[in-house]
């Protein structure tokens, strides 16, 4: 009863990669599929399919929450149809690029010397000319000077 409960009830930890959560819902599953037993004491599998479904519910809810609304999307409009294999929709998790939220709140540049790649202080720098950059051709964009 507990691998039947772990195994229905399986979600991707918040900090859990996909890899980590694939091999924890194998592990999950295989402990399900060697206690779940037909009236002759054999094994009894769980449709792949089920499985994909299974492990696809069980993605993280903010991390994939796009991803899982354009895959029921695309099943309901019958634009995709729904992965037959564990390995396809672990595949297709994993390629999706998650967009990171940004909050605009003001402008910022940020300068990268070659001083700063060696380790030096900037101060070094200010006394040698061939590190120094001709700014009389420049224009800001910000301010238009």
């Given amino acids: 009863m507990a691998a039947r409960k772990a195994y229905q009830s399986i ?3 918040l900090f859990e990669t996909l890899a980590q959560y694939s091999e924890r819902f194998r592990e999950t599953y295989f402990a399900y599929k060697v206690t779940k037993k037909d009236p002759v004491d054999a094994p009894i599998d769980v ?14 809810d903010i991390k ?3 991803f ?18 564990i390995n396809e929709i672990y595949r297709l998790a994993g390629v999706w690029a998650k967009p990171m939220a940004r909050s605009k709140t003001g402008t910022v540049a ?11 202080p900037n ?3 200010k006394g040698d000319k061939k590190n120094q950059k001709d700014l009389s051709k420049v224009k800001c964009y910000g301010c238009g000077e």
Wanted: glycine share 8%.
């Fill in 123 to 125: 101060d070094d720098v």
């Fill in 64 to 66: 994939y929450a796009e």
């Fill in 11 to 13: 979600k991707q930890g």
């Fill in 47 to 60: 449709k792949e399919l089920d499985q994909v479904m299974v492990f696809f519910h069980g993605l993280d």
């Fill in 68 to 85: 899982k609304q354009n895959m029921k999307n695309g099943w309901a409009m019958k634009s995709m149809q729904p992965p037959k294999m």
């Fill in 110 to 120: 940020t300068y990268h010397t070659e001083a700063m790649k060696q380790g030096k």
